[in-house]
C-alpha cells in the first residue's frame, strides 16, 4: 500500500470512529435491513452506557415464521424505527409484517447508496442503521394498507387493459395484411358491427355483399365501401389468428368487467373523493380511482402541492452547474400515475364536452409554442396540483373558464404599456371604454 493509499484508509477510518463526536444520535435503538428474495439480514444499531453505537447482525429467512421472529427480536431489543430500501416487491411482506409494531421507513436505494468497496449485505445493513441512528433517511411515500390493496389491484387492471389493447391492435394488423380495409371504412373496427363481420370472415362462408349488410346505424350507408373492403381472401392460418384475437379480446373485456366491480366495492368509502375528482375536465372514474390508488386522501403524506408534482414527475427537475442550466425535462416519478393524468390531460384539453374550459384554453397556447406531449404533461401538472387542494380542502373544481387567459394577457399588456409611457414621462390615467 502506498503511503497516500495508506493516509485515505486511515482518513476513512478516523471519521468512521469519531462521526459519533461530530453527528448527533435521534434514534437510541433503530435498526437497518437489507432484503433479498430469500433472505433478510438485519442490524439493530443501539446506544451503549458510553453512547456508542452497539450493533448486532443476524440473518433471518422470508417465509412468514421467520419473518415473525425478525419481528419479535426487534421488539426484544427495543427497537423503535426501522429502515430498508424498496427492492423490488420483496420489500412488501417485510413491511407488513413489521408496519403495526415500529415506524418501518421505505427508502429510496439511490438516496442510501454507500461509499463503493464497502458493498456487502452485512455493510448494507449497518449503514443504513447509521443513517437512520442520526436521522440521515428521508421516508418514502407509502400509502396506508387499505390504499396499497385498492392500488394492487387496480395495477393489475391497467395490465389487463394492455393486454385488451394489445390483442386488438395484432387483430387490425392481421386484417390488414389479409387486404381487409375495414380500418378505412369504420372508425371502430371491433364495435357491434365490426364484430358482426369479422365472425363472418373467420367462417368464411358469406360473400362480402351479404358481410356488409351486417352493419348497424349510421354504418348501412356505407355498405358498398364495407363490400369493397371485405373482398378479400383470407388464409388458414389467418383465420385461426382472427378466431384467437377475438376469443382473447373478449376474455380481456370480461376480466376488466369483474376487475372493475370489485374495484368499486373496494373504493366505496372514498366514493366522496371520486366525485371530487371526477369533477375535473377529462377525469373519468377509473381515472379518479388510479389517483386515488397512487397517493391515497390523506394530503399531509406531501408538504404541498408541489411536492407532490415532485414526487409523481410532473414537474421539470433541477440541473445546474456554474451557473449553468442543463436538461430539465422531467424525472421517471410514478409512472402510473403520470401516465393517467396525461391522458385524462389530452382528454380534458379537447374531448368532446370539455371545449370552452380553462384547461382546454391553456393547451391550446402552451400546444401552439411547445408541441402537443409538452403541453400535455404541463395540463397533467396542472390538474394533480388541483388534485391536492380539491383533496385537502375537500372542494368540488370550479373551472377558470377560458376567458381567463385573455383578461389576464390583457391586464398584463395594460400595465406594461403603463409602465412603458410612465418611464417616457406621461403620466397616464386608465378608463375603461363605454360599451
Given at each position: 500500500?502506498?503511503?497516500?493509499?495508506?493516509?485515505?484508509?486511515?482518513s476513512?477510518?478516523?471519521s468512521?470512529e469519531?462521526?459519533?463526536?461530530?453527528?448527533?444520535?435521534v434514534?437510541?435503538?433503530?435498526?437497518?435491513?437489507?432484503?433479498?428474495?430469500?433472505s433478510?439480514v438485519?442490524?439493530?444499531?443501539s446506544?451503549?452506557h458510553?453512547?456508542?453505537s452497539?450493533?448486532?447482525?443476524?440473518?433471518f429467512?422470508t417465509?412468514?415464521?421467520?419473518?415473525?421472529?425478525?419481528?419479535?427480536?426487534?421488539?426484544?431489543?427495543?427497537?423503535?424505527?426501522v429502515?430498508?430500501?424498496?427492492?423490488?416487491?420483496?420489500w412488501?411482506?417485510?413491511?407488513?409484517?413489521?408496519?403495526d409494531?415500529?415506524d418501518?421507513?421505505?427508502?429510496?436505494?439511490?438516496h442510501?447508496?454507500n461509499?463503493?468497496?464497502?458493498?456487502?449485505?452485512?455493510k448494507d445493513?449497518?449503514?443504513e442503521?447509521d443513517?437512520l441512528?442520526?436521522?440521515l433517511?428521508?421516508?418514502g411515500?407509502v400509502p396506508?394498507?387499505?390504499?396499497?390493496?385498492l392500488?394492487?389491484?387496480?395495477?393489475y387492471?391497467r395490465?389487463?387493459?394492455?393486454?385488451?389493447?394489445g390483442e386488438?391492435n395484432?387483430?387490425?394488423?392481421?386484417?390488414?395484411?389479409?387486404?381487409?380495409?375495414l380500418?378505412?371504412?369504420?372508425s371502430?373496427?371491433?364495435?357491434?358491427?365490426?364484430?358482426?363481420?369479422?365472425?363472418?370472415?373467420?367462417?368464411?362462408?358469406?360473400?362480402?355483399?351479404?358481410?356488409?349488410?351486417?352493419?348497424?346505424?349510421k354504418l348501412?350507408?356505407k355498405?358498398?365501401?364495407?363490400a369493397?373492403a371485405?373482398?378479400?381472401?383470407?388464409?388458414?392460418h389467418?383465420?385461426?389468428?382472427?378466431?384467437?384475437?377475438l376469443?382473447?379480446?373478449?376474455?380481456?373485456?370480461?376480466?376488466?368487467a369483474?376487475?372493475?366491480?370489485?374495484?368499486?366495492?373496494?373504493?366505496?368509502?372514498?366514493?366522496?373523493?371520486?366525485?371530487l375528482?371526477?369533477?375535473?375536465?377529462?377525469?373519468?372514474?377509473?381515472?379518479?380511482?388510479?389517483?386515488?390508488a397512487?397517493?391515497?386522501?390523506d394530503m399531509?403524506?406531501?408538504h404541498s402541492?408541489?411536492?407532490?408534482?415532485?414526487?409523481?414527475g410532473?414537474?421539470?427537475?433541477n440541473n445546474?452547474?456554474?451557473?449553468?442550466?442543463?436538461?430539465?425535462?422531467v424525472?421517471?416519478?410514478n409512472?402510473?400515475?403520470?401516465?393517467?393524468?396525461?391522458?385524462?390531460?389530452?382528454?380534458?384539453?379537447?374531448?368532446?364536452?370539455?371545449?370552452?374550459?380553462?384547461?382546454?384554453?391553456?393547451?391550446?397556447r402552451?400546444?401552439?409554442?411547445?408541441?402537443?406531449?409538452?403541453?400535455?404533461?404541463?395540463?397533467a401538472?396542472k390538474?394533480?396540483?388541483?388534485?391536492?387542494?380539491?383533496?385537502t380542502?375537500?372542494?368540488?373544481y370550479?373551472?377558470?373558464?377560458?376567458?381567463y387567459?385573455?383578461?389576464?394577457?390583457?391586464?398584463?399588456?395594460?400595465?406594461?404599456l403603463v409602465?412603458?409611457?410612465?418611464?417616457?414621462?406621461?403620466d397616464?390615467?386608465?378608463?375603461?371604454?363605454?360599451?
Amino acid at each position: 500500500m502506498t503511503g497516500y493509499e495508506f493516509d485515505r484508509a486511515a482518513s476513512v477510518v478516523t471519521s468512521l470512529e469519531t462521526k459519533e463526536e461530530i453527528m448527533e444520535v435521534v434514534v437510541a435503538c433503530c435498526a437497518g435491513l437489507d432484503v433479498h428474495q430469500a433472505s433478510v439480514v438485519a442490524c439493530v444499531n443501539s446506544t451503549g452506557h458510553n453512547g456508542r453505537s452497539h450493533k448486532e447482525v443476524r440473518t433471518f429467512g422470508t417465509m412468514r415464521d421467520d419473518l415473525a421472529a425478525l419481528r419479535d427480536w426487534r421488539k426484544d431489543a427495543g427497537v423503535t424505527q426501522v429502515a430498508m430500501e424498496s427492492t423490488g416487491v420483496y420489500w412488501k411482506p417485510v413491511y407488513e409484517m413489521l408496519e403495526d409494531h415500529f415506524d418501518v421507513l421505505v427508502a429510496n436505494a439511490r438516496h442510501i447508496k454507500n461509499v463503493p468497496g464497502r458493498k456487502t449485505d452485512v455493510k448494507d445493513c449497518e449503514w443504513e442503521s447509521d443513517l437512520l441512528r442520526h436521522g440521515l433517511i428521508a421516508r418514502g411515500f407509502v400509502p396506508p394498507r387499505e390504499i396499497r390493496d385498492l392500488r394492487e389491484l387496480n395495477r393489475y387492471r391497467r395490465k389487463v387493459a394492455q393486454v385488451q389493447t394489445g390483442e386488438r391492435n395484432r387483430l387490425i394488423k392481421v386484417l390488414e395484411t389479409a387486404g381487409i380495409k375495414l380500418a378505412g371504412v369504420m372508425s371502430d373496427v371491433l364495435g357491434v358491427s365490426g364484430r358482426a363481420m369479422i365472425r363472418a370472415l373467420i367462417e368464411g362462408e358469406d360473400p362480402p355483399e351479404a358481410m356488409a349488410k351486417l352493419a348497424l346505424g349510421k354504418l348501412r350507408k356505407k355498405q358498398p365501401d364495407l363490400a369493397r373492403a371485405l373482398d378479400a381472401p383470407l388464409k388458414p392460418h389467418q383465420r385461426f389468428m382472427l378466431r384467437t384475437q377475438l376469443a382473447r379480446i373478449e376474455q380481456a373485456e370480461a376480466d376488466l368487467a369483474r376487475i372493475d366491480a370489485a374495484l368499486e366495492e373496494m373504493v366505496a368509502p372514498y366514493r366522496r373523493h371520486v366525485e371530487l375528482l371526477m369533477s375535473i375536465p377529462g377525469v373519468n372514474w377509473i381515472n379518479a380511482v388510479t389517483i386515488i390508488a397512487e397517493i391515497g386522501v390523506d394530503m399531509s403524506a406531501f408538504h404541498s402541492a408541489a411536492h407532490l408534482a415532485s414526487w409523481a414527475g410532473l414537474c421539470p427537475g433541477n440541473n445546474e452547474s456554474a451557473g449553468k442550466k442543463r436538461s430539465g425535462k422531467v424525472r421517471k416519478g410514478n409512472v402510473v400515475l403520470k401516465t393517467t393524468l396525461v391522458n385524462a390531460a389530452i382528454a380534458g384539453s379537447g374531448g368532446r364536452g370539455h371545449k370552452g374550459t380553462y384547461l382546454a384554453d391553456k393547451f391550446r397556447r402552451l400546444a401552439a409554442r411547445r408541441g402537443k406531449m409538452k403541453a400535455a404533461v404541463a395540463i397533467a401538472h396542472k390538474i394533480l396540483v388541483s388534485v391536492w387542494h380539491m383533496l385537502t380542502d375537500g372542494t368540488f373544481y370550479q373551472d377558470l373558464g377560458a376567458e381567463y387567459l385573455d383578461n389576464l394577457d390583457r391586464t398584463r399588456n395594460a400595465r406594461h404599456l403603463v409602465r412603458r409611457l410612465a418611464n417616457m414621462g406621461f403620466d397616464v390615467q386608465l378608463t375603461e371604454k363605454a360599451a
